[in-house]
Antibody
């Protein structure tokens, strides 16, 4: 069955950086677009980025453009999110999801807390 | 950005009774391929979101048939024919037609 496991969440100071990972299994990873979505504490859901199956195409929400970079390693069945210049507004649970428009499977999420 | 609205935001329901959630988008959600990328997600307490319905009315594998979706263009509805205790949680509609993809604010369903 499809499994997505996020990792890398941590407490980080404002202005700091963090790299999240998502390990995929149970499907042919290289056949699917992948996405990152976040949920701030007691708040709604925000789509922040997606990447094409080959990795050649990416898209970002304005709130993270220029600070976050999505990437993937199809040989390792892994998705990544490099987050720079973090601020308090980036505090959230970060989910990876399979596909973009259809978003059919999500991981359990990893918590990123930005605080001094 | 496409704004998604939902009503009601809170929905107390009686076990065994029906429930209905409305979702509206600020633009048509018909994509250039002719499909409408409007989906419904359920988030149970302490869990990640799970997709229930995709492309307006297609039920995901394993989703009970008491859940159904309908609508077109900018107006959509999720219906639960008979609410069960396990249906407690927050329900979100989401559009995957226009980037950035956006979610509704969520409707909290609980038992009276």
């Amino acid at each position: 069955q499809v499994q997505l496991v996020e990792s890398g969440g941590a407490l980080v100071r404002p202005g700091g950086s963090l790299r999240l990972s998502c390990a995929a299994s149970g499907f042919t990873f290289s056949d699917y677009y992948m996405s990152w979505i976040r949920q701030a504490p007691r708040k709604g859901l925000e789509w922040i980025s997606y990447i094409s199956d080959s990795g050649s195409s990416t898209n970002y929400a304005d709130s993270v453009k220029g600070r976050f970079t999505i990437s993937r390693d199809n040989a390792k069945n892994s998705l990544y999110l490099q987050m720079n210049s973090l601020g308090a507004e980036d505090t959230a649970v970060y989910y990876c999801a399979r596909t973009a428009r259809l978003s059919d499977n999500w991981g359990q999420g990893t918590l990123v807390t930005v605080s001094s | 950005d496409v704004v998604m609205s939902q009503s009601p935001l809170s929905l107390p329901v009686t076990l065994g009774q029906p429930a209905s959630i409305s979702c509206r988008s600020s633009q048509s959600l018909v994509y250039s391929d002719g499909d409408t990328y409007l989906h419904w997600f359920q988030q149970r307490p302490g869990q990640s979101p799970r997709r229930l319905i995709y492309k307006v009315s297609k039920r995901d594998s394993g989703v009970p048939d008491r859940f159904s979706g309908s609508g077109s263009g900018t107006d959509f509805t999720l219906k639960i024919s008979r609410v069960e205790a396990e249906d407690v949680g927050v329900y979100y509609c989401m559009q995957g037609t226009h980037w950035p993809f956006t979610f509704g604010p969520g409707t909290k369903v609980d038992i009276k």
